[in-house]
């Protein structure tokens, strides 16, 4: 811990124990590798994450993606490990669950003037790297393989910038609190920050065993080794934030020493402990096998992917959107991640649904586009959003996420039953439904809209919401307000399941007017969207009501709702899978026949994983397996290409050649939850998945498995208070269905093949 000699009662009197320091020089003014050129190493435990390069490093400090950040502000910018005043070569880098990195380095030669020259590939240091939710445990085991000794000078350099998210991605700030020279002890580096937000934000970095000295920011150890002998060098890195004015004493206290000090053995015993948590998380969970060794990896991967973005939320966790710039909760993104993770563990849906009706619009406000009954897009807890620089703090600027919410109620009692949780979500609901009768058509045409409140606000507000995706043919930007065509879609369904959800709940009169509504709306959606000569539908009406006829993914959200006619379905399949737009990785958000196709823009021709499983479910439903099989296909290949694995946030939209790769978005963000959900939900749709767990019923209706797998094992796949165990083999076209258990309650199955 701390020196308990250092006293601090008050912020003031840090200045009397050490000199206010010049804040470090902004990110942005480093020379910054994009992610394509760095490959990085990705630990997260909620809203917690540390990115390092694959030494595990912090390099160049202050890069953009790289850091340990917590709760939207990065508390360490720089970790630089130097052995001989060189870095170690990098052999392999792993990582474990997505809390742990395991890195092998080799040492590459001797300190200048010390005479022994040590020969590459003599001495190895294996670096463990364990991140909880309030620290960063860095592990240095180091090996002497030479014949003789070997004399080893170790120096890590740190440093903490104390950025807030929205600085580090790139916004540009002018100001900042008040930084500190660091207070040292003989063990121990502190950082202090004093934010604009009257919080006070602090690393505390202890060391074991003791530096043999500590200048400035740097750690230095000097180790002689003998041969076949190793040391160990271990570091914690823990970070506080506290309110201006309750520094006291007991901060000095907070910082705890790594578990294993003094203990080599302790390592080991601290990360089974943490391990535990993933394997208990495996086992609450549907567990998948299949004859395809890689697609196992892949669904290993999004599975560990989602325990390590749970975030608490009292009893229950919800899902953050992603690392390194949504490590926070999302409406739209956690809903549509909770949908999708249905069929692997619904205690997803359940903490996510809490947690956004927590938050649950309750006023006007226009500062932050908060409404009655609106869900929330974006919660934020950083310095920039508390100062009000940033409007994201608590913002409701999402047209989709409301319908999406009532969707969620609705699915997620189709796999559960649970009546208790529909109850409890019945004074939300009725608020949801309210705002998008009372709110959400801005110009009462009968479709749903938005625009911004002020000019803080989004200006896109779907979930294309970069500046430039609302654009007609000739590139020109559309006005507010602004209908897109999915969000018709999803409020059509959303009014149409609310509807069975309500009567359950006692009120059929009211049932019946919000299923009136939801025709009504797909009615409107079909004379307002529909492009004849193209046999297609616009992305969105502008706000003259001009379609913007260009050829988009978004219309393929209309499947996945189930609010267009089968002859529609059927043109919208047919142009989904056309050249224009299926890249042979997946569907691109623009065709790139299109003026305005750009395959490395955000949303104008790129390739978004969620995008393609909400679409290729939709395809599923209405009965275009075969397409929605290609669209997996195409997404297990490409993942092929990723480390782990792991399907991105998105991809260069680049057409599939032979012998190509995809093409690596420079920042996209990995892991990802809407992209690690896409194989499980394309995987339910495929098979067949319809629960009705109130009914005590699960229909299997026309299996059918990819090309590239012949069986496919399901344990533990929970419908209501049931569990099962599914097997699917396929022979030829032809995919059945065996039923080899199940536990709890009675549960029907019945199997239907087309």
Known sequence: MIDS?????RLEELERLCAIAAPPEPALLYTEPHLSDVESLALIRGRTFFVSDRAGNLMPPGARHLGLFRDDTRYLSQIELRVNGDLPLVLSATTEGAYANRVELTVKGSVPGEGLDIPINTVFVHREQILERESLHDILQIQNFHREKAHLVIEITYDCDFMDIFQVRGIIRGKSGRYFEPLITDTQITFIYEGLDDRI??????????????????????????????AQIASTIVTRAVPKGSLSSSFTASFPSPPWMGRNEGIEEHEEKLHLGLTSWEQESTHFNSSNELFNTMLRTSLQDFYS???????????????????????????ISSFQTLALNPSLARGTLRALAGRQGKMECAANDEEPGKILHELRSGEMTATGEMAFGQNYGSVDATPLFIILVSEYYKWTGDREMLEEMRSPLAAALNWLIQYADIDGDGLIEYRRKTDKGLLNQGWKDSGDAMVHADG???????????????????????AVLTRLLGNPQQADQLMARSNELMIKLDQSFWLADDAYYAMALDGHKRPLAVMS????????????????AQDVVARLMAPGLFSGWGIRTLSDEEQTYNPMSYHCGSVWPHDNSLIAFGMASYGYQQEASAILSALFEASLRFREYRLPELFCGNQR????????????????????GAPIVILTALLGLKPEASDGELKIVNPRLPEFLTFLELRNLQVG????DLDFLRQGDATSCRVVGRRGERLAINITHG
């Not at 919800?318 to 999302?330: E, H, N, Q, S």
């Not at 993914?553 to 529609?568: E, W």
């Open 201 to 230: 934000r602090i690393t505390g970095l202890s060391f074991d065993p003791k530096p043999a000295r500590i200048s400035g920011h740097i750690a230095r150890w000097e180790i002689d080794l003998e041969p076949r002998s190793r």
């Open 309 to 335: 973005l749970q975030i608490p939320e009292g009893p229950d966790k919800a899902i953050a959107a992603g690392v390194p710039w949504f490590a926070a909760l999302f409406g739209r993104d956690s809903l």
């Open 657 to 676: 050649h032979h012998r190509d790769e995809p093409v690596q978005y420079p920042v996209s963000c990995s892991p990802q939850a809407w992209a690690s």
């Open 721 to 724: 208070n049931s569990s099962v």
């Open 476 to 498: 020109t930007l559309a006005q507010a307000p602004i209908a897109l065509v999915e969000e018709q879609g999803y409020s059509a369904d959303a009014f149409r399941r609310a």
């Open 553 to 568: 993914s978004n219309p393929g959200h209309l499947l996945f709702t189930h609010t267009i006619n089968d002859q529609r």
């Open 5 to 9: 000699s250092i006293e601090v009662n």
